[in-house]
């Protein structure tokens, strides 16, 4: 049985699940949930995670790759597979959008007026890069204003588990001023408190209360590991 960290509900119409590395088949240092394709797993293990979630959730699971940037794909369900993508959206009820992560953040908003649901990936890079602003712009364009939007981040790694160079902490904190995670000896940057400061800015509601990845062994972490899996964040319209 899969182990899950946390579960709720977004805006009425949305379902969400994030998993612990608990639950799957994979082997070390891949173990046991791992949903990434890319990071050396056997490709049956990751298959068979994935199963896995659709037999224990019922869901169809279209899971992200990310390329940590904004690229935005709009998913129906029948897909056989999805492009790089570090945004997905679906209007389509029970289709499960899986946001793999292991330090990153992984994000879903959902509408409190229509069926519409965004999955997110958000790494340093996707950050500087813009993708907070990229994820309003594309509600926006399915006729959702940034006040009808509820929010859930998921585990991610915390500022002070997260030192990163100068020039990364600047390129982010240009885009999420608010993440800087600085002192007389260190430098680094909070993905959740920059995200969380900027969403509502703009009017979103926004959950933020699950653990750093790095302080959590139950979860995947690529910055205390280095070579490891991936976990699932999930999240479907119902």
């Known amino acids: 049985m899969i182990d899950w960290l946390a579960s709720g509900e977004l805006a009425s119409t949305a379902s969400y699940r994030f998993a612990s590395r608990y639950g799957g088949v994979s082997s070390e240092p891949y173990a046991e949930l791992n949903v990434a394709s890319w990071v050396g797993d056997e490709p049956g293990c990751v298959a068979k995670n994935l199963s896995i979630l659709t037999e224990q959730t019922g869901i169809t699971v279209k899971a992200m790759r990310p390329e940590h940037g904004t690229t935005v794909q709009d998913v129906v369900g029948d897909e056989d597979s999805l492009k790089g993508a570090d945004i997905l959206v679906t209007t389509k009820t029970n289709v499960g959008l899986l946001a793999p992560s292991a330090d990153c953040v992984s994000l879903f908003a959902a509408s409190t007026v229509t069926k519409f649901l965004m999955a997110a990936h958000v790494g340093w890079r996707g950050a500087a890069a813009g993708i907070a602003t990229k994820l309003l712009t594309t509600a926006e364009l399915y006729g959702v204003r940034s006040d009808e939007i509820e929010m859930v981040l998921g585990p991610a790694i915390c500022g002070w588990c997260y030192p990163v160079s100068i020039e990364v902490h600047d390129a982010v904190t240009a885009q ?11 430098i680094g940057v909070d993905l959740r408190i920059g995200l ?5 800015n703009h009017g979103v509601s926004v959950i933020n209360q699950h653990p750093c990845t790095f302080e959590t062994p139950s979860l995947f972490s690529y910055r205390r590991d280095n070579q490891t899996g991936r976990q699932a964040a999930l999240a479907w319209l119902t």
């Open 176 to 186: 999420l001023p608010t993440s800087s995670t600085k002192s007389s000896t260190f």
């Open 196 to 200: 969380v400061d900027y969403f509502q």
